[in-house]
Structures are given as C-alpha cells and as structure tokens.
C-alpha cells in the first residue's frame, strides 16, 4: 500500500506513478483517515510534501494514530521544491515508538507551491517534473528489491530553526489562507479538494477553519482566484498543480 498526502498534485502524481511501477496501490491517508487503526501490509509507502521542513501535521498524526506491523518494510518519498529538512528523519522517529522503522527514503524535487506566498508573475521550471520521473524509477527499483537505504533521514539547522515555537507561527501566518468574499463565487471546489476537510462552503461562500494545514490546495486550485495568502489576492497565472492531476483527481477519495 502507498500512502500519500497531496495539495497541489506532486505527492499524488509521484504516488500513482510509484503504484504503476511497484505493483502497488496508492490510497489517500485522508480517506481511511480515522477508520483504519490497524495497516498490516507487508510493505507500505507514505508520500508525502515537506511544509516548513518537516513532515505535515495530518501525515505526522497519521502515522502516530495508527498501528502497524513491525516486520513491515516502509518507505518514505519526500516531494518538496528545494530542501526536504528533516522530514524523512522525523517520520522514522514516529515509527520506531511502534518498534518500526524506516528502511528506505528518497527526495523528490518537484515545484514548491509556497512562492506564490511571495512572488507573482511566477514561471515554474517545469523541467524539474521530467527529473521526477526519473527519481521515482529509480526508487520504485529500490522498492521493489527492499533495499534498505536510510542516507535521505538526514536532520536539518534550517528545519530545526524554521519549527523553533514563534518562528513557525510566524511562517504558519504567511501561508494562511483567507477568502476573498467579492471573488468568491461559492462553487465548492476548495471545500472538496481540502485534504483536511477545513473548509465548509456556504451560500454566501467558502468559510475556511482553524485547523489548515498549509497545502495551499485552496489557493491554487480555486478558478476565480478567491481565495487569498495573508491578503495577497493570487494571480491565475501563479496558480501551480501538477500538469497531470486534475481537480477531479483531487477530489477522488
């Protein structure tokens, strides 16, 4: 089984096609989020993106609420835009209190969805997207084989101070989304594509709640530019999914 975590595409995309090449299936952790206390599966994959260098709460919570086999091989792909901090270390940390371990992790650089927090009139290098594939290839032969390589479960100075208390609130207000109510044309489509049910819609628009967790799947894949990052109204053209996942893929649970 390959579980995955996904906002704007990356992790569902390299999961999928992890799944075409492992024999395996990908499920979203989000939809046996809360039913399923006991995965037994000889071998299971979480992938994953990386938020303030470290693994994203719903996917840290995951894996801590579930129990699962000890003689299982695991493996961690980490899809992130530059550095995957110490994210593939930490999700090792949380399996060894089960008395398991991470045998395998691999980086997936792909596009950071984030900059449009802080730039406008991006251009995403796409070509990062064709190394991808070629980085999966090769992990999905390591899969297969159940070779163990533990170099990725590195820790991170920049990790560590990015999740020091006041610093992390800081970064976690940047990323906060917000909901423009003169755009909004209150069509749904953040409310079924939030990967932590975060957002009710409403007939005078979306309403997003207390507990996000900072995919941005609200901002980039919202078709009338509605929803906001700490009030900075996003252009069409900044808005960034993965070229081969739709909202539909997204939504599919």
């Known amino acids: 089984m390959i579980l995955y975590f996904s906002g704007t595409g990356n ?3 390299a999961a999928k096609k992890l799944a075409e090449l492992t024999g395996d299936t990908a499920v979203p952790m989000t939809a046996i989020r809360g039913q399923c206390r006991r995965i037994q599966d ?10 303030f260098g470290e693994l994203p709460d719903p996917v840290r919570d995951f894996i801590a609420q579930v129990q699962f086999c000890k003689s299982t091989y695991f493996y961690g792909i980490a899809t992130c835009g530059s550095s995957p901090g110490r994210a593939l270390r930490t999700m090792n940390h949380i399996l060894r209190r ?3 371990t991470l045998s395998y992790g691999a ?9 449009i927090a802080s730039r406008r009139h991006i251009h995403y290098d796409v070509n990062r997207l064709d190394h991808a594939d070629e980085v999966i290839s090769e992990a999905a032969s390591k899969i297969r084989g159940q070779i163990e390589d533990k170099a990725a479960l590195r820790s991170s100075f920049s990790a560590a101070l990015m999740n020091i208390g ?6 976690e207000r940047w990323l906060t989304p917000s909901v423009d109510a003169d755009r909004c044309m ?23 709640g207390s507990h996000c967790s900072y995919c ?16 900075k109204q996003v252009l069409a053209e900044d808005q960034y999914h993965h070229p081969d996942v739709t909202a539909e893929d997204m939504t599919r649970r």
């Open 166 to 171: 006041m610093i992390r609130r800081a970064g």
């Open 11 to 13: 992790s569902l995309y």
């Open 186 to 208: 209150a069509c749904g489509l953040c409310a079924r594509i939030c990967p932590v049910s975060n957002i009710i819609c409403t007939a005078k628009g979306a309403v997003i």
């Open 98 to 100: 089960q008395h398991c």
């Open 107 to 115: 980086v997936l650089p792909m596009i950071a969805n984030s900059t």
């Open 216 to 231: 941005l799947a609200c901002v980039h894949w919202c078709p009338y530019q509605a929803v906001t990052v700490h009030g």
């Open 42 to 51: 000889r071998i299971i994959g979480f992938v994953f993106p990386v938020y």
